[in-house]
Each structure stands twice: as C-alpha cells, then as structure tokens.
C-alpha cells in the first residue's frame, strides 16, 4: 500500500528484466500505483526503464506524467507520434495531457495533435496549449460536470451520467445559463437529498469563486488555500465557463513558491535539484557567490580605510573568506535538505559526494582565480605571494566549506535529527569558524 | 468575489458599528465568505471585532475557525459553555469543533462537551481528542459516507441520502464490510453510470490507500500530495473506518512544513509570526545569535592563535561584527518575507518597525552585556575601553542589520520584485560590508 522502494526491490526487477521473465514482473507490480511505477523506472538504468515502461502498457500514460521531464523526453523520443497520440496522450486528461505536449517541439505537438481520435479531445488541448504559462488556463483542466439551471434533478441525474462517462474524479457540479456562463454550484449532497422533480434554479449556491484564464497561479494558490477549495472554476472574460483546476495541481504550485524562497534565502537562483547536470548546478549557484566575493573585496577596502594596507593585507580579507564558507556552505546544505524532504527514492551517496566536490570545485576555481586576478593588478606586482596565498585557501576554503554542508545535513538525517537545523546560521558559524583556521594554516605554513 | 481588504472599508465599518446600523453591515456583509469575515473581525479593534462576530451569527462557527487563535480565545472566554456548545461546536464539522475544544482548559473541554446535544455529535469529537497532536487520528474527521459490498447500487443511494443529511460535502464512498473494516471505494461516476440492480462489491476499488491514526502528519502530507489524493481514510489497528483526512488541512501541514524549514534556514527556532508578541520574537531568534556569538569569539581565538592579541583586538572581532550583522539581517528579511507571503490583510508598517526595533534592541543589548563581560573578564582591565566599543558597535551593528533587513524586502515588494531575493546572501554581504563600517566608524571616532 504505502510502497518504499529498496534497493532489493529494484535488484529484483533488473533480475527478472533481464531474464525477460514479463509475467512475474507483470505479477509483482499488478497493483502498484502510476506514481510508484514511475519511481521504479527512474531508479533502473535508461534501457530497463524503457523496457518496463513498454510492458506496462496500461497503466503508461498515468506512469508517464509521474517521471521526471528529462526521463520523459527521453521515453517520448523513442516513440512514433501515433504511439504516443494513441497510447499516452487519448488516455490522459485534458490538463496532463497539454502539460506533456507542452515540452515537445512545435513540429512534433502539431503531428501528435492530429493524430488524436477523438476531435473534442484534441480541441482541449490546444486550447489549453494556448495560455500563457503558470496562468490559470494553462493549469486548468477542461473535464467537469455542468447542468443548466432550468433542468430538473432528475434531468440533472441523467445528463450527469452521460457526461460522467469521459471523467475520472467529479469534484463539483456547475450550474450554468444557456448561453454556458457559470452561475454557479450544486452540491452532490443537494442532487441526493432533494425531490427528484425540483428545478436546480431553485437549489443552487450563487456565491461561488472563480478565476478568470489570466490569472496567475500563485494567487489561484493563495484563493485556493484560503477558501478551503477542492476545486475552482475557471471563466473566459464573458463568464463562460471553460474549466476548473484542482488542488492537487495547485499544491505543487504552493510546494514550488515556498521551495523558490527556501532556495533565494540560500543563495541559489533557479529552481534546482540534485539531480541536475554540474553546469546547470553550477550556474544557479555561482551569481550569489560572486556576490559574496564583491562584499568580501569592499570589506577588505573598508579595512584598509582605517588600517595601512601594508601591515594587514591578511587581514583585510578575513571577511571574504569567512563571507565566502559561509555562502557555499549554506547553499550546499539547501539542497542537501530540500532534497531528503522531497524524494523517496533510494539515493546514491557517492555519486551525491563527488557531484558536490566537482561543482563546489568550479565554484572555487572561478572564485579564485577572480580574487588571484584582482590582488595581482590592485595590490601590484609585490604581493603576488598573497594574492596566490588568498585564492589557494579561499579554493580550498570554499571546496570544505561545501562538502561540510553537504554532510552534516545528511548526519543529522542519519540520526532521526531535522536535517534542516543544520542550514543557515549553524553552518555559516561553523564554517566561518573552520575557514578562518583554514585561511591562517595556510597564510602561515604554506607561503607568507 | 475575490474580496480585497483596504483601509476605507475596515473605516466604513467600523463607523457602522459606531452607529449601531446592524442591518446596513449585515446587508453589506451577507454574500462573504467567512474567511473574509474572520480578516474583516481582525483587522477591527477587539470591542468592534466582537461585536461584529454576535452581529453574523447564522456565520459564527465557520467564521471562529478561520481567527487566529489567540483572538478565538479571547471571544469565546466571553461567552457562556452553553453558548459555545449550542451556537459554535455543533454546527461544525468534528475535525474543526475538535480544533477548537482543544485549545480550551480541560475543565472547560468538559462542560461544553456536556452541553452538546447531539450525543454521537460529542462522542466523536471526544475521539478525535483522544489522539496525540500531528497524528492522522487529530487530523481527521468523521464525517464520511460509507456503504456495505453486500448493498445494491439503489440501496446505495438510499443509504447515501440519510448520511448526506449530515455531511457538508461529499468526497468518496467508502465500502467497508460487515464488520465496518475498510475494503475499497466506489466513485460517484461508478454509481451515476452503474445499473441500479448491481451489488456495490461488483463494482468498488480494492486498491486504495489509507494510513492508520497513529501516523505522523508529514508522512501523510507526503502520501496525499504523492499519490495526488482529495481525500484520505483512516483506519485503526483492527483495519475498521475511522475517519477521513481532507486536502485542505493537509496543505497547511506542507505550508507549514516549508515554512519552518524556510524559517530554520534563517535561523529562527520557533514557528513564529510578525504579529507574535516582541518576547516570543524576541525568543526564537536569540539562541542562533548566540551561537554566532561563539562562533565570531571562537574567530577571534583563532585570529590570536596567529597574530600578537595585543595588536589584533579589534581587528580579531571583525568575523564576529559580520556574522552577526549577516544573522540578524536574515532574520528580520525572512519574517518579513513570510508576512508579505501568507497576508492579505491590510498591513500596519509603523507598528512594524517599531516592533522590529524592540526586538532588534533587545537581542542586541543581549549580545553585547555577553560579549563586554566576555572581554572584560578574558583580556583583563586593560582593555575595558575596547570592551566597551567593541560592545556598543554590536548594538548598533545589529540594530542597523535588523531594520536593513526588514525594509529591504518591503522596498522590493513595493517596486513589484519578489522580495525573497532579498534574504539570504544579499542581506548577509550587504549587511557584512555596512557592519564593517559601522565598526570601524565607531571604533576610530568613539574610543580608540
């Protein structure tokens, strides 16, 4: 029921993907659920994963919305348009299926399009292709269910029934005029405790919420919330409705929101996970470490304000140093907890370890030969022993202080403590603490 | 519709409350949502707030769950047991009357839970507060629809009818076996499209999810927002229904689960808001200061270690003057931050600041009485009058970094920037550098 996954289990299924044994595989994950499926193949290497995939052809099109959109470019790409029009995007809702269209070519969209069957389908979707991102039509779902306000119950019931037929979940039942504008609600609760015969006019709740296509989803996330709301019509600027979007959807928006600002209080600009490649890791961390690399050099020019430059140029520079382990390492430790808060699956420590080293490495490097550059030109040719010494220990301070936040986070996790105590100022005093020591070890032993 | 709160209105009202023109405010509030009402009752002095709560009686109930607690107590400490049961508890659903009893004293718990009426009313509340804080058991309600395999599809809906009377709005059917164990679902699409004559055990879904009411709020936050559930059952030791877990209380778990990580990141310990009282604030974010404390004296040390003390007093402390500018600076941006994310309500940035300043002081005075005995005692009489600048430099230091940090993010706000940019590396190296000067500033003008 609640699946998690190991390391024996997946060991298991590339056994038997690899002895081709289909029926026993068939067997074991007969009731599993899409988003484990999709766990599962994340977890194998690309060409079992396909393999899987193929043979779980019924439950593919729900597994192939649950995998990671890298995973499922990969998937599609080995697909004919005409598979993936019938098998995946016929059986999908509207909303899912325009979010997976979406990450496709132009060229590649307009050939699945007219390859889908059933012509209200595809109007759906490109309908729904056509807002604009994070706005509520883009979010939205064109499923539900609507009566006129003229029908009686029993009419209701019927039409309910036929309309029922293409929608998995129904969440509420519209009440709309003839001309399709919403008016608003009638609970399941009403259709089941009134006389069969009354007229919906007379049952329906008029005050209702709705959002117009335009609106963003965060404040669509914000409505939701603070209604209580399961779900929400969604209006074109006549009124007409035209969908709803379903909390499910909006709880990823409010988990993203609230994950962006844990990541900017860190220091880290796009949305980024572990799993992404070195460069892209790289490049979401580097602008607020050169951030922290211009405050340390105006604090070492603050410094020499008051001090001679001559007696401290050490010294000065104990702010960007200490800035510097202080910046990396909470970085590092953000996605260390983001990360354990977030996956399930089994993770690959070593792999983790020497990603960390390889990005915190670059960082470093570029940090470092930028310091190296500004010493040798502003302090001139005779410091260039401290300006070597300066970009040395801030590599090597920065390539600690990132592997220190990594660790500790995944420590604290080890021992059942909250891996998120371990980010901000916990690691920043540490790691000012340590990289200091570091800085003077070096300044003393090594060149000064 | 989408209601905004603005000063003009919260005046409007409040000198219709003045006038006692109770059917002009109640014409002009009839079509609210409760949630609104409990920001408008807010957003009122406390005499005018409860005025206006007796005024929107037929709302009362669900206006009381959506006041923030502390001025939930305060109106219902002024109303009668009696009251509280009759008029509030028994008109909400048990996972919210729950919620509300729970926050009482015990005695008081006791009187109103005698005083409901509806005797099964009370003995289900009286359940769910049987169970232990953030345990599915505390998070459930009982409210919920459940049918026998054994029944017809008509016989269904009969049964369904009697149990709706009773249940504001329908999520699923739950199937359960004669000895009420939890089997399965069976979804309103199923028994709209179903012959009439078909028995529910033909039809119903066997492979469900549910969790037991001893599990831990997070893990099921994860399972619903995983498995994208509306609505989740929970079953006790022996497998039979007990209740059922609702989206809309699961996506203030995550919120608040983000939150706190977002708010450790920054170094605050305790789940606190900008409206908390100036100790409570004061309280959550002292101990990480101190902890930058020690980290900037063991700096200090470490400084000493290489350099003569005597010529480095002050220049060993400049580690110490960064953090703790860097420390208080995110603080202070974070609890902003969170405020400008989470309100709708009209904002008092006066009194803002001012608290700000008041804990910002406090916190201050703290660290710096700590840090002059520390140097007092540690490098002797000599040194008293660096003591002393060095102590009265941190004041300031974190009086500034506090209130930099606390209107940097209303500036971005205002000019339409996402005003998390502003915490974390940039409120640090900001605050780094104007530490820095504030220090020397101090040290060079003042006392050395």
Partial sequence: MNFQLTEKFINQIQYLIKNKNDNKIKAI??????QDLAEIISNLNRSDGKYLFELLKENSSEILIELEENLREEILSSLTTKKIAKNLIENLETDDAADVIQEMSDPMQKEVLSQIKNQEHAEDIEDLLSYSENSAGALMGKELIKVKKNWSIIRCLGEMRKQAENIDKVYTIYVIDKNEKLLGTVSLKELLITPEKTFVEKIYNKNIIS???????????????????????????????????????????????????????????????????????????????????????????????????KD?????????????????????????????????????????????????????????????????????????????????????????????????????????????????????????????????????????
């Fill in 29 to 34: 994950l007969a009731d599993f659920f899409p």
């Fill in 211 to 309: 959002v117009s296509t335009d609106q963003n989803d965060e404040e669509i996330a914000k409505i939701m919330n603070k209604y209580d709301l399961i779900v929400l019509p969604v209006v074109d600027k006549q009124g007409v409705l035209v969908g709803r979007i379903t909390i499910d959807d909006v709880v990823d928006v409010i988990k993203e929101e609230a994950e962006k600002d844990y990541q900017m209080a860190s220091g880290i600009t796009k949305n980024i996970e572990s799993s992404d490649t070195i460069l892209k890791l790289t490049k979401a961390r580097i602008p607020w470490l050169l951030i922290g690399l211009i405050g340390g050099i105006l604090g070492a020019k603050i410094i020499h304000i008051f001090l001679d430059p």
């Fill in 312 to 448: 401290s140029l050490q010294l000065a520079f104990i702010p960007l140093i200490a800035a510097m382990a202080g910046n990396i390492g909470v970085q590092s430790a953000a996605i260390v907890v983001q990360d354990i808060a977030s996956k399930n699956s089994i993770e690959n420590w070593k792999y983790k370890f020497f990603k960390e080293l390889a990005v915190a490495t670059i960082n470093g490097l570029i940090c470092g030969i930028i310091i190296f550059i500004f010493c040798y030109f502003y302090y001139g040719n005779n410091e260039t022993n401290f300006a070597f010494t300066l970009s040395i220990s801030l590599i090597i301070v920065m390539i600690y202080a990132a592997l220190f936040g990594t660790f500790i986070p995944l420590i604290l996790n080890k021992v059942n403590i909250d891996p998120a105590l371990a980010t901000g100022p916990f690691i920043t005093t540490m790691n000012d603490v340590i990289g200091l020591l570091i800085y003077f070890l070096i300044s003393e032993y090594m060149f000064l």
